[in-house]
């Protein structure tokens, strides 16, 4: 079993920065593709970015794309998301993920990845 734990979430003012941390639990994470998702008031589920078990190749929605950079340091077992630029409609609970199995997938899609994190929670003020 997977454990994935979020924190650095926050407070902050449009045009600020955060960055979230996710600490992976075991000793696979090097083996796993990562992706972080958010989910906004009332809104359904949506990706924001993704990154191979390497490192070596990212993902990005276009809603953060240019904003937000995704990393991951396979020796701490830890996955990382920089946000700048934050914006108040980035406001959401964000959750990392684990794909935890080879082969081709849709990385923007929830289902595809097997475990996740417990949220925290970025608000942006205007």
């Known amino acids: 079993q997977v454990q994935l734990v979020e924190s650095g979430g926050g407070l902050v003012q449009a045009g600020g920065s955060l960055r979230l941390s996710c600490a992976a639990s075991?000793?696979?994470?090097?083996?796993?593709?990562m992706g972080w998702f958010r989910q906004a008031p009332g809104k359904e589920r949506e990706f924001g970015a993704a990154?191979?078990?390497?490192?070596?190749?990212?993902y990005y929605a276009d809603s953060v794309k240019g904003r937000f950079t995704i990393s991951r340091d396979n020796a701490k077992n830890t996955v990382y998301l920089q946000m700048n630029s934050l914006k108040p409609e980035d406001t959401a609970v964000y959750y990392c993920?684990?794909?935890?199995?080879?082969?081709?997938?849709?990385?923007?899609?929830?289902?595809?990845?097997?475990?996740w994190g417990q949220g925290t929670q970025v608000t942006v003020s205007s």
């Open positions: 993920a684990a794909h935890t199995y080879s082969g081709g997938y849709d990385y923007t899609k929830s289902r595809e990845y097997a475990y």
């Open positions: 075991g000793r696979a994470f090097s083996t796993y593709d």
């Open positions: 990154i191979s078990w390497s490192g070596s190749r990212t």
